[in-house]
């Protein structure tokens, strides 16, 4: 049985303050500029790609605190150590079976690195494990989010600190690198579509009245992309069906293939094989709101001030990857990923008589690895260039022929 997703109504939400809505309304101003200068509609992908993205306004461009107990999600890096620590286990071996051919520099490249907590933990593993990159390189188009994670290694890992370099684009001068990108697929903006008999439309998005809003328009190029997803899936999709796809995907990849000359790429997000994603009970699509940890459906909803989010296709990410020259090397649930990275035996090596310590620990593994939690609800995926070594994140469980 699937899940089905679970949405709150946004009257419940907590309203924002006076300073708050007036940041908001000027990126509404922003969106309804762009809806006159495209002669009315524009794609919802344009519209989300601006809620989230808009320079100073935007949801992750502005100075709005998004992650922890007082943002509006949590991630895994904000749960515990553990997970940044498990995955430089997973670094430390690329960068151990790289040596062992080239004597080239070896770089960690993350994109929106969030508070710095991930970047820090991955840095403070790879230097016990003596494996430390040349550069850990953070692409990060947000300069509140930069000068967050700056002060973040300043104050946990400062004698790193020189060791990482922000960057706004991919790098020109980078050969070997890991990239690692948590719940970074998810943030990309999506397209909604709608079946209509026998046609596809897209969701579009105008100004009416001074208001936002909506409509699902015919679209043949959206229709195409929806038919190779039926046909390569075997997938049916009634009358009525909505849910999105991600466009974005095969040009970032295609990015990072055309930069890079040996590379492991690693994506870790929420999100189903391409069966799952349009499963018949999957009716409404996983599009999401994010809003002082609770989800809506209403993207309206003060736009620059909540999160707006779509679960990942990862079947359609594995087609896009091979399109591009790269090669699938795994994909496995966040929780056999992190056991397979020595989850248990850093837990063994960190545990203490206290009690409280003990609990914490116990409680921090739980939400990283149950099913109920994160465990099975993220995945992982790698993706390689010119490596062909087995990465023991996948030792324990390889979901790979699901996709």
Not at 239 to 268: C, F, H, K, M
Not at 388 to 396: A, C, I, N, R
């Amino acid at each position: 049985m699937v899940e089905p997703l679970i949405k709150s109504d946004n009257r419940t939400l907590v309203e924002p303050d006076d300073e708050a809505k007036k940041r908001s309304r000027l990126l509404v101003q922003c969106i309804k500029e762009e809806c006159e200068q495209a002669g009315g509609w524009i794609r919802f992908s344009a519209f989300m790609n601006t809620a989230l993205y808009q320079p100073g306004l935007g949801y992750y461009s502005g100075g709005l605190q998004k992650f922890g107990e007082r943002g509006d999600f949590i991630t895994a890096p904000e749960v515990s150590p553990l997970f940044g620590q498990c995955l430089a286990g997973q670094v430390a071996e690329v960068f151990q079976n790289i040596r062992e051919i080239s004597d080239e520099k070896l770089f960690v490249i993350e994109f929106g690195a969030g508070s710095g907590v991930l970047a820090v933990d991955v840095l403070l593993q790879l230097e016990q494990l003596d494996a430390l990159p040349e550069k850990y390189l953070i692409l990060e188009l947000s300069a509140e989010l930069q000068n967050r994670q700056q002060e973040t290694i300043k104050h946990k890992a400062p004698h790193l600190y020189q060791r990482v370099q922000w960057l706004q684009q991919l790098p020109d001068n980078v050969s070997n690198a890991v990239v690692i990108a948590n719940e970074v697929l998810d943030a990309m903006p999506v397209e909604c579509f709608r079946i209509s008999g026998e046609k596809t439309e897209a969701l579009m998005v105008a100004v009416e009245d001074e208001k936002l809003v909506c409509r699902y328009l015919a679209d043949d190029n959206l229709a195409d992309a929806i038919s190779t997803i039926k046909q390569r899936s075997e997938i049916e999709l009634a009358d009525g069906y909505r849910s999105e796809l991600n466009p974005a995907i095969t040009g970032w990849l295609a990015a990072l293939e055309s930069r890079l000359q040996r590379a492991v790429i690693l994506l870790i997000d929420y999100g189903y094989n391409e069966k799952e994603y349009y499963h018949p009970d999957r009716s409404e699509g996983t599009l999401m709101c994010y809003y002082r940890h609770k989800a809506h459906g209403d993207f309206f909803w003060w736009p620059g001030l909540q999160d707006i989010t779509a679960f990942v296709n990862f079947t359609d990410v594995a087609y896009s990857a091979l399109d591009c020259g790269l090669e699938m090397a795994g994909y496995t649930t966040q929780a056999a990923f992190l056991l397979a990275n020595g989850l248990s035996d850093l837990h063994a090596s960190q545990v203490t008589d206290e009690v409280q310590q003990q609990v914490k620990l116990s409680q921090q593994i739980k939400t990283l690895t149950l099913p109920s939690e994160m465990g099975d609800r993220f995945k992982v995926m790698a993706l390689t260039k010119n490596y062909d070594k087995l990465l023991k994140g996948f030792s324990m469980l390889d979901l790979s022929n699901r996709l």
